[in-house]
């Protein structure tokens, strides 16, 4: 067995007791949280949750892009068992049979309701009479659900029909004013005056009124229930009710220093962020594709809106928290709180997601329970912090603990060949009820040495076409492989063959190696170091073994 005895620890709780659960995903979100030490943040609702909870400080995802992301975790599959790095395919379909967090609850008796953005959403455009116009640029993003089937996965994965906001149709208008003197545009920025949007609304507001509702229809009936519900923002465009931006005052931003891509590392590892460059504010700062850098004025912009964006959705979660409890229900529900991948704001002149540093990988991680059982879990009135490295394949184990229906690791790669046969359960992560159960005890628990992830490139050098930053899977020609320990970050560039769907571990194209007790920030690749030559060695071998290998009582450094 690859998961150690005490890894197990099963979960013993009174049949007739009804325990929901309530996952909370926040699209983009880095931890820009106040719980999280961000003093730039105004999240005053999320510190609530986190008084109460289990804090990850150190959660990666395994790819920094929203489909690739949300498919691994919410089927505890890493993208590689998947083979899904884009939008463009169907795990169902493509790959395996693999079952999903929410069928295995459906499964198991729990009624299951996705809200907003969990799956990729699976929309195709809409006209309507109210639209003005939409330029073809943006068109694709409707399109891309065949990652979910254009169906968030339904019906396999949901007892109820899934719910998109109806005035999601309407994201990309040219409602942007940044001052009465031009024409409103769509703009990367974007605070707004709510009544003068078209339906008086937006997406997010309508996901909230949608998910108070299903609590409200599903407060006091017998069976349990998993709700996902899924915050659009901070994902871009930045379009928020502009009253949030009185928190977050533009003197008090300033962008990481150094402000420069480093010399030392490979172009292969640089996205060009092209989904920005679509946006007519800064399509008119005529940047010069791909290294001239956003300018540090326009770049306090961004990241005075991100905050904004991030302040409202909190303001939306805690009216989705005090929902519970008006209902009665807190108590018998958990609540998980996490974001698909991070973005950078400005680290190393890049701006979004689609790279292996921490700043792409590294999201906020939140548990609530107020106990289940014996298992020794309750956190009411206290907050603990784990440092120990978590990944997000971990939910899905976790909450199938939780809820006492747990899941088996999976022992080899070829389940994956079998799943196209049958549906398949088991995870590629582990369950996180035993960290929670140590930290509430204040013991210690050995744990996993490494964090994997990774990010796939069309060629060495930037493109807008191909697209460095969403490359289809035909033409992914480099795959970034990284693993996270408590202290390093290594990452290889290797060759990859989209016909044979393996990387070729031969054909060393870069390597990044960072140390994180002398540079946080990732700005100073050591392998050129001879000193760091065998560190090198140590973590390149880790990496190719692969998780599996990762876990405690598996290869010591």
Request: charged share 20%; proline share 8%; with cysteine.
């Amino acid at each position: 067995m690859f998961l150690i005895l005490y890894l197990m620890i099963p979960i013993v709780w009174c049949a007739a007791q009804q325990h929901n659960f309530l996952l909370i995903i926040i699209d983009d979100l880095r931890p820009a949280l106040e719980c999280y030490g961000d003093k730039n943040a105004y999240t005053p609702n999320i510190n609530r949750l986190a008084k109460n909870a289990a804090i990850f400080s150190q959660a990666f995802a395994q790819q920094a892009l929203c489909a690739p992301s949300r498919n691994s975790f919410l089927t505890s599959r890493r993208p590689d068992t998947l083979q899904l790095y884009d939008f463009y395919s169907y795990w169902r379909k493509d790959v395996g049979n693999f079952t999903t967090l929410p069928q295995h609850l459906k499964n198991n008796g729990y009624v299951t309701k996705s809200i907003g953005k969990v799956f990729h959403p699976g929309l195709a455009f809409i006209n309507h009479e109210n639209v003005l116009y939409c330029t073809r640029r943006f068109h694709t993003e409707f399109f891309t659900g065949i990652s979910s089937n254009h169906s968030d996965d339904s019906p396999y994965s949901w007892t109820e029909v899934p719910f998109h906001p109806y005035t999601e149709r309407y994201k990309d208008l040219p409602v942007c004013q940044t001052n009465f003197h031009i024409p409103p545009a769509q703009n990367l920025v974007c605070p707004v005056k709510v009544s003068s949007m078209l339906n008086k609304t937006l997406p997010d507001m309508e996901i909230l009124r949608e998910a108070k509702h299903f609590l409200q229809t599903h407060a006091n009936v017998p069976t349990p229930f998993f709700l996902a519900v899924g915050f659009q923002k901070p994902h871009i465009p930045l379009k928020y009710p502009k009253r949030y931006l009185k928190h977050h005052p533009l003197r008090k931003f300033k962008l990481p220093d150094p402000y420069e891509w480093p010399e030392n590392v490979s172009s292969i590892a640089y996205n060009p962020w092209i989904d920005l460059r679509k946006r007519k504010d800064i399509e008119s700062l005529k940047l010069n594709f791909p290294w001239e850098r956003i300018p540090k004025g326009f770049g306090k912009l961004i990241m005075q809106s991100y905050y904004a964006a991030v302040s409202y959705i909190d303001d939306l979660i805690g009216k989705l928290i005090d929902q519970l409890d008006v209902l009665s229900i807190r108590k018998n529900t958990t609540i998980i709180l996490t974001s698909d991948h991070g973005w950078s704001l400005g680290e190393h002149s890049e701006w979004a997601k689609y790279s292996n540093y921490d700043v792409a990988l590294r999201v906020p991680l939140i548990i609530s329970t107020s106990g289940i059982g014996d298992t020794a879990l309750n956190l009411h009135k206290k907050q603990v912090v784990i440092d120990s490295l978590v990944e997000l394949v971990d939910i899905f184990p976790t909450i199938a603990d939780l809820a006492n229906v747990p899941i088996p690791i999976c022992q080899n790669e070829n389940e994956r060949k079998d799943a196209t046969r049958s549906e398949l359960v088991c995870s590629e992560g582990v369950s996180l009820v035993p960290l929670i159960t140590a930290a509430t005890k204040q013991e210690s628990l050995p744990w996993k040495k490494a964090a994997f992830g990774q990010y796939p490139r069309p060629s060495i050098e930037p493109s807008m076409n191909p697209n460095s930053d969403e490359p289809r899977f035909k033409q992914i020609k480099a795959m970034g492989y990284t693993l996270r320990t408590d202290k390093y970050r290594y990452t290889a560039w290797l060759k990859f063959n989209p016909q044979t769907r393996v990387p070729n571990w031969n054909r060393l194209i870069a390597e990044e190696l960072y140390d994180h007790e002398i540079d946080k920030n990732e700005n100073k690749n050591l392998v050129v170091f001879p000193r760091y030559h065998k560190l090198k060695e140590t973590l390149r071998t880790l990496l190719k073994r692969g998780w599996r290998f990762a876990l405690p009582g598996k290869m010591d450094f």
